[in-house]
């Protein structure tokens, strides 16, 4: 009787056991992780020279976390772009430095700059949108030497 007792004990001990350990680690998970996502997109932001030779001549395909597709840019000499949201026309434009460090965007439908901190990561770069604290960040998931290819405006059928 004492054999089964003990046994049960264990069971009850090892329950507890793995049950806290369980709690433990979610709480470890979601302390450390957002310091291994930050720590992956480096320490620091690119400056516009890193930014530059990382760049140009390369066109880059953007996804949000999930792997959603977003978008893909053109990078091409002289610090001018061309962009496209995924599935829509493209955009021409360039981008510059501001005076924070920023690697700011301007397209020809849209003169207002656009701030982004790009960060390097295994296999790419990751992108945080600057204008508004709840944007959500991009990462390259290819990168390709050929132009974006720029179907025009859908005319009649």
């Not at 949000?64 to 599935?87: D, H």
Request: with cysteine.
């Amino acid at each position: 009787m004492s054999g089964a007792r003990g046994g049960w004990g264990l069971a009850l001990v090892a329950g507890l056991w793995h049950g806290r350990a369980m709690r433990i680690f979610a709480l470890f998970m979601l302390l450390f992780l957002p310091a291994v996502a930050a720590a992956q997109e480096g320490e620091r932001p690119m400056t516009a020279a890193e930014f530059e030779a990382y760049t140009t001549g390369k066109t880059l395909s953007y996804a949000t976390t999930g792997n959603a597709p977003y978008g893909a840019e053109e990078y091409l000499p002289g610090r001018q772009v061309r962009w496209a949201f995924t599935g829509q026309e493209c955009k021409e434009g360039s981008w510059f430095e501001d005076e924070a460090g920023l690697i700011c965007f301007v397209y020809d439908d849209d003169p207002a700059p656009q701030c982004w901190s790009f960060y390097r990561r295994p296999g790419g770069i990751a992108a945080r949108f600057e204008n508004r604290d709840d944007a959500r960040p991009l990462y390259s998931i290819s990168e390709s030497a050929e132009p974006l290819f720029c179907p025009g405006p859908q005319i009649g059928v």
